[in-house]
């Protein structure tokens, strides 16, 4: 069955360091992958997507990801995060009949000053 | 600026009471996704209609049903309300799945249920 895995529940990030959140996924073909971003009483906004070709793909808000087949992995990263990053990031990938995505359970990022 | 509204934002249920919760979509977008989240957890896929036929369903019981409406508006009902079923529902539009645009679901900010 098709699953995505957030291992970080909460991370903690400086203003200005650098940030990578790990996804991994269940997915017995080529995956669409996603990562979704929630603020605080918003609805969920899509930061980038993956649907095959070069395996880094450049999101908004200057973030990116990285496919790694080999190890069923799409981590998101930036390279100097700002306060206003502070939300509840989710990974997905779209189900095979291409009807949905499943959601990984989310992480959380807090920025301190 | 997504487009999706939902309504209402926020209500309170008893257990066993029924409640309906509305979406319209964004402009030119034909199909529609419901999701369940509950606290801490990710989104959940109930069901998706598309041209007004559900056309996909999580594992949710019959129970959750929907509609959806010609200008692509939708419903979720809820019946003989449960004290698990307290989650925020969102609901999702999109293009149809297929090409540049597949996956990219426009996400309403919810509807708070709370059931006592």
């Known amino acids: 069955a098709q699953s995505v895995t957030q291992p970080d529940i909460h991370i903690t990030v400086s203003e200005g360091a650098s940030l990578e959140l790990r996804c991994n996924y269940s997915?017995?073909?080529?995956?669409?992958l996603f990562w979704y971003v929630q603020s605080p009483g918003q609805g969920l906004q899509l930061l980038l997507k993956?649907?095959?070709?070069?395996?880094l793909v450049q999101g908004i808000k200057g973030f990116e990801a990285e496919f790694k087949r080999s190890q069923s992995s799409f981590n998101l990263r930036k390279p100097s995060v700002h306060w206003s990053d502070a939300a509840e990031y989710f990974c997905?990938?779209?189900?095979?009949?291409?009807?949905?995505?499943?959601f990984g359970k989310g992480t959380t990022l807090s920025v301190s000053s | 600026e997504t487009g999706v509204t939902q309504s209402p934002t926020h209500l309170i249920k008893t257990r066993g009471q029924q409640v309906t919760l509305r979406c319209s979509s964004q402009s030119g977008h034909n199909t529609v996704s419901w999701y369940q989240q509950a606290l801490g957890q990710g989104p959940q896929f109930i069901f998706q209609y598309y041209r007004e036929e559900e056309n996909g369903r999580g594992n949710f019981p019959p129970r959750f049903s929907g509609l959806q409406f010609p200008n692509y508006s939708s419903e979720l009902n809820v019946n003989a309300l449960e004290l698990d079923d307290s989650a925020l529902y969102l609901c999702a539009s999109s293009l149809p799945s297929g090409g540049a645009n597949t996956g990219e679901l426009f996400f309403g900010e919810g509807s708070r249920l709370t059931v006592l």
């Open positions: 997905a990938v779209e189900n095979q009949a291409g009807t949905a995505l499943i």
């Open positions: 993956y649907f095959s070709g070069d395996t």
């Open positions: 997915y017995g073909a080529t995956p669409y």
